[in-house]
Each structure stands twice: as C-alpha cells, then as structure tokens.
Nanobody, 123 residues
Framework: QVQLVESGGGLVQAGGSLRLSCTAS????MGWFRQAPGKEREFVAA????????YYTDSVNGRFTISRDNARNTVYLQMNSLKPEDTAVYYC????????????????????WGQGTQVTVSS
C-alpha cells in the first residue's frame, strides 16, 4: 500500500504564496485535487512520471506550478497569487497509469490518495 503524506497548507492572505508537499514512495503519475465545502473534488494540477509533462486547470494556470524532486520522492505544488476562491482542502493523489493515456483530470483514475491539507486564503 502506497502512503501519501501531505504538508504545507495553512492560512494566507490574498496575493500570498504557499507550497504544498506530497511524499510518496515509488514512481507514479501525480496529481493535486481540491475540494471546497459543498463542492465536488476538482482537478488542480498533474505531473506525468514518464516525461514530466504537466497539466493544469485553467483557473490556476500561470499561478500554480507542480514539480517533482525524485531524490526526495516528493511532489510539490507551488501556489502563488492566491485568491480566496482557492480556499479548499487540497489532496495529493498517485496513479499507476500513464498520462495522457489516462486522463489526469479524473479523480477515479487515481489509485492512492493523501489525507488532505487545508488551504485558506483570506481576502
């Protein structure tokens, strides 16, 4: 069983930055999702393990960056220019499949999930 350990959430003012980290043993396609109260879980960003291709939802493109440190088995989500609408619980996920043969945007295609970390952006 793969364990995903997230860290880095917190409270930040609008316009600020946070960096989320997710540690996972093994080599997987990785994704970040978020879920705000009363809303469905939505795709944020993903990173292919085969060629390091990246994928973003439109609302975070240009503000968020997903990256990987293979030596540390860690995936990061650097979040800049944060907005109140970015407030959510953020989840790290790992997929055994290969992007884009499987869609990085569909939660059910991921095999393992972290426990979530709260990100709150105040206005």
């Amino acid at each position: 069983q793969v364990q995903l350990v997230e860290s880095g959430g917190g409270l930040v003012q609008a316009g600020g930055s946070l960096r989320l980290s997710c540690t996972a043993s093994g080599r997987y396609a990785m994704g970040w999702f978020r879920q705000a109260p009363g809303k469905e879980r939505e795709f944020v960003a993903a990173l292919s393990w085969s060629d390091d291709s990246t994928y973003y939802t439109d609302s975070v493109n240009g503000r968020f960056t997903i990256s990987r440190d293979n030596a540390r088995n860690t995936v990061y989500l650097q979040m800049n220019s944060l907005k109140p609408e970015d407030t959510a619980v953020y989840y790290c996920a790992a997929a055994r499949g290969i992007f884009p043969q499987i869609s990085p945007r569909i939660p059910s295609l991921y095999d393992y999930w972290g426990q979530g970390t709260q990100v709150t952006v105040s206005s």
